[in-house]
């Protein structure tokens, strides 16, 4: 099982830049597939974004393509999502999320069910 903490949340004005960071312990974080959701009021988790355990390939949610890159430094525990281009929007919460990937397959899963362990999230908001 791992523990995940996200931070680098906050408030950043439309057309603006973000690193969210999500850091990882317990089980050896290079066997696990780990993505990122986010989540508005009233609303449930949306993909934002997610990649293979061993970080050569991601996938992403049509709201974050062509402004967002997810990475991974399995060294640091540690994966990242870089957003730019932010638009106006309500606050919404990114949560960090992973799964083992038990037979090193290469999983990527753009459902919320794929995901077992999650973290608390981190607030962004966008300001106009």
């Known amino acids: 099982q791992v523990q995940l903490v996200e931070s680098g949340g906050g408030l950043v004005q439309a057309g603006g830049s973000l690193r969210l960071s999500c850091v990882a312990s317990g089980r050896t974080f290079s066997r696990y597939a780990a993505g990122w959701f986010c989540q508005t009021p009233g609303k449930e988790r949306e993909f934002a974004a997610g990649?293979?355990?061993?970080?050569?390939?991601?996938l992403y949610g049509d709201s974050v393509k062509g402004r967002s890159t997810i990475s991974r430094d399995n060294a640091k525990n540690t994966v990242y999502l870089d957003m730019k281009s932010l638009k106006p929007e309500n606050p919404a919460v990114y949560y960090c999320a992973a799964v083992r990937d038990y037979n090193g397959g290469g999983i990527i899963w753009s459902r919320e069910s794929g995901y077992e362990y999650w973290g608390q999230g981190t607030q962004v908001t966008v300001s106009s």
């Open positions: 990649i293979q355990r061993s970080g050569g390939r991601a």
